[in-house]
């Protein structure tokens, strides 16, 4: 099969990304034809605060890639899709509803010649604008089926399309790590990726126990000056280590070294890869009962579940990772990807 998937890859950085890049590799080992469509620029700077692009590739690149899509050349969408009339599929990799004109722009030029899917890394984002649900509805009726990563994100996307939704549950798209079991405690936690408010940085720095340190590292999208308030209003200035920007690949092994848990204290979430990653690197992982984040966690074996937002049960749970750290984190176990992936290409490819 001759397969095309539109959506960002290297020198494109982080989650969205990589999965791009191990989907083309994955269905390519199963024998098919495929091509990434890739960006040459994906966003005006305005729309993504953060830094897009980084120098040095996180895992392998995939060969057969274009990097022909610009933002500022809706001609260039148009072109794109009678490009890929040609393709028995093409699947669009939706991070964001700011794809959305490009992706209607390829849907034009592909004019139903093929099948097309919308495989929706969020259905709608976490913190919602007033056009991202019309953006979404406009894209998700013009494409042939949906792949969504939860059931919670099917039942939304069949709110605004009548166009067939398939689940498949997020496979790992992460390096080999291969960690060793450590048996020093370092009173230090760990808050890793993207820093945005539904992700709850602010409730964990409120339950922080004293004696425990935390580092956060990762871009801040707004609320970098509020975080530093916080942390001065509530004393922790000598225990809270910001590391505000982007962590290169070769740097996030020394991070989940040093560190005795991740902890994710996510007011909401839909699939992460985050669980995974913090055993990949054999910690254990503390986080809330939102999205897929308790679906990868055994409570008391490899990390510890509580309510979101909820400061008191989180505290809890840190002093319970305490009282045995070395005993969790001797539970920890690296993630077998290939049943996931098998599952989830088959979901993908299934008509």
Partial sequence: MR????????????????????????????????????WKAQYPGFLYPGRQTISAPEGLPYPKTLR??????????VTCGRRLRSADLVVFAVLSPVQVPAYLGILYGIAGKTTT?????????????????????????????VLAHSAQQA???????????????????LPSKNAEKSGQVHNNLLFFGIVRPYKGLDLLLRALPDGVGLTVAGEFWGGLEE??????????????????????????????????????PYRNATASQNVWLGHEHGVPVIATRV????DHITDGVDGLLVEPEDVEGLRKAI????????????????????????????????S
């Fill in 3 to 38: 397969i095309a998937i539109v959506g960002p890859t290297y020198p494109y950085k982080g989650g969205g990304a990589q999965h791009t890049t191990e989907l083309a590799h994955r269905l390519s080992a199963l024998g098919h034809d495929v091509v990434i469509e890739s």
């Fill in 68 to 77: 022909r899509l610009d933002w500022r050349r809706p001609d260039g969408w």
């Fill in 117 to 145: 899917v919308a495989l929706c890394h969020n259905v709608l984002p976490h913190e919602r604008k007033p056009y991202d649900g019309p953006l979404m509805k406009a894209l998700l009726k013009r494409v042939d089926r």
């Fill in 155 to 173: 039942a939304l996307a069949a709110e605004l399309t009548a166009k067939p939704v398939r689940v498949a549950a997020m496979a790992p798209h």
């Fill in 227 to 264: 975080t530093e308030r916080l942390i001065a209003e509530l004393g922790l200035g000598d225990r809270v280590e910001l590391r505000p920007g982007y962590v290169a690949a070769e740097d996030v092994p020394k991070l989940f070294a040093r560190a005795d848990a991740l902890v994710l």
């Fill in 291 to 294: 999205g897929a984040l308790a």
């Fill in 319 to 350: 002093e319970r990772l305490y009282a045995d750290p070395v005993g969790l984190r001797s539970g920890v176990r690296s993630v077998d990807p290939e049943p996931f992936w098998s599952e989830y290409t088959a979901a993908l490819l299934d």
